[in-house]
């Protein structure tokens, strides 16, 4: 193994893993927030009174938890741009080629999984909230907005919290399966750098630690939050 | 979405599930294996064990499959002539072996976290019970521990199951031409995206569908009339316990 | 977020292709990186190669600015017609399946595809007449030659790239193998270094790193160099079917940089010999 592949600048390989790794978080914060925000809206069609809403809640949910990945991935990357080009002629009339960024696609492919994912752990959080509570808020005169401001969401997020931890770690993970698709991330730096250098356990080793660093730091960063969030709740 | 096309490539498709099929068996079944001991050597007293156990558990969930997969794959390669030395450069030489190496590892490390809440959760009165009645020590973990745990852990282990056979499709990446594999073959020749999405998911969802049926109906023998019946639990996070 | 905002941001959107579809002054080119000498990444993560460097020889006699853009070869087609570019030059052959699909320019360059395997080899030992083989003409005593080869690997297990030209050669005229495709030509290198593949089959420029980097001497090319027939006419532009300006500038560019032997230049400095197709 030769240490100095890993360089930083011209030489060596160091900046460019370095770089990879940003974009490697930055797709994993894009697609998880908006992975989030599809299981918020995935949990309130299964929590809706309308039959329709909630069948097809639970089959987007079964069908993507159901199906690896990767065939998710090709299924945005590969298909993606024809159904946009058909939206686009559809809706707005305009026939030539839109595209979108390499980020905006690889960010969707992941937010499709992860939507599945936190929509099982938002629901499930919802459920534990006692009607009883709703009802008292309703009592007392509190408005709807008021309602979900003091009573739903603070203790929605509190009980979400762990299982949200858990979506966020697959996401962080998946992002290696979005190098397919050629955004430069983490994994696809090391498969270039890995051909260029004949020396793949280097690269890949590297790539392993990176992933293990950040998966580390952001179990931290969940544990924290876990703190914060049950500040206040008495332990039984 | 051509239908005539969607039919045509059902059999193409079709020739790649036995080979995940045989995939993910051979996998769970060593990985199986391997938890139940990196769970037992975690829960001994000896701290450099469990500490090991600990680590490897750590790694193999922290960092993606991908990595695993290539890192064993591409990453044994720039070590041939040290593996050729020790004889196993023939193992690694099999794409086979590395598929199946790297999802061993992979699994082995989240069930022998589940063996383990497993283990934990048998009632301390059962096993002095069995103590009462004279078990030795082996007669104690196979009568009364690991049943008692397996139960316990049998539908976290389902769940595991349907994450493997998901997982299974990473072999594609290195050359092997399993459901996905052969599915991406298709989309590249062919740029139909769509058709192969859906007739590739379909087989997904049916193997996960028995996969399902499977553990609950292992579930069902296994419940007894006198099985203490627990609440369920609090939802916890765990380092990456998902895939 | 409002709706204004969406409406705004599919506005913007539509208008900068339509100015690009329009006026051609700038052109988004698609490349691999991991194709040397043709395309590759350097030590600084930029593209760099033959083609990179043709790219910009070609845009600046098209006026026009051009764009690099890195993209895997599994998807290299679909994003074309999915519109993420406007161009291909990453290696790829001109062949009729492909044409149904998308269009091409005119060739700017052609190489043989060859065989290559372990220098201690059975293949190697062989030693077969290292000829140039034209696949739209076959003499009797080629197709000896291609039967020797048959007869040579038949049984072994060979490596190529997924979805090229090279994997339907192996599938219709090499008989009895197993075939292990690739993602990449890199990993291709890889593996037969790895000896998980007896021998494998790319293009001749493709195999320039492994058998000119320090492993060459490990490794030797086996038998004729092939190409036309299902090989194609050689390497050209990708272009969508549509976009026939883009392909008129495109064939005056080349034929021009073919003329006046810059593709010859060029491909001397990458290759190390002359690839450039027939003016």
Redesign the interface.
Known sequence: MDLSLLAWGDAGWGDQMARGAVVTILVAIAAYALGVVIGAGLAAMKLAPLAPLRWFAELYTTVIRGIPELLVIYLVFFGGGTALRAIASGMFGYDGYIELPIFVTGTICLAVSAGAYSAEVIRGAVQVVPKGQLEAAVAVGMSRPQRLRRILVPQVARHALPGLGNVWQLTLKDTSLISVIGLVEIMRQAAVAAGSTKEPFTFYLVAAVLYLGLTSLSNRGFDAAERWANKGVRRA | MDLGFLIEIIPRLAAGVPTTLLLVAQSLALGFALAVVVALVRLQPNPLGAGAAYGFVY?FR???????I??IY???????PVLEDLGV?VLF???WFCAVLALTLNTAAYTSEIIRAGLQSVPLGQIEAGRAVGMSRLQLFRRVTFPLAVRQALPAYGNEV?LMV?????A??I?ILEI?GI???I???S?R??E??VV??AF??AI??VATRAVRFAEHRLATASAPTRAPAA????????? | MSLKYFAGLAAGLVLASQVAAQEWDTIRVASEGAYAPWNFTNAQGELDGFEIELMRELCARMDAECELVSQAWDGMIPALLGGRYDAIMAGMSITDERREVIAFSRPYATTPAIFVAPADSALAAAGLPETRVDLAEVSDEEQALIDQLRTLVDGRTVGVQTATIHENFLRESMGDVTIRTYDTQENLDLDLQAGRIDVALADQSGWQPLLEGEAGDDFTRVGPGFSGGVFGEGVGVGLRQEDTALKEKFDGAIQAALEDGTVSELAVKWFGFDTAATP
């Open positions: 790694v922290a960092t993606p499959l991908l990595v695993q290539f890192l591409y990453g044994s390669g720039q070590f041939r450069w030489r099999d794409a349907i998901k997982a299974s499709s990473l594609s990446t050359t996905t599915a991406k073959t989309i590249a020749a740029f995206p769509v192969v999405f590739a998911g997904y969802l996960n569908f939802p916890t996070r765990q380092l990456a316990a998902t895939r």
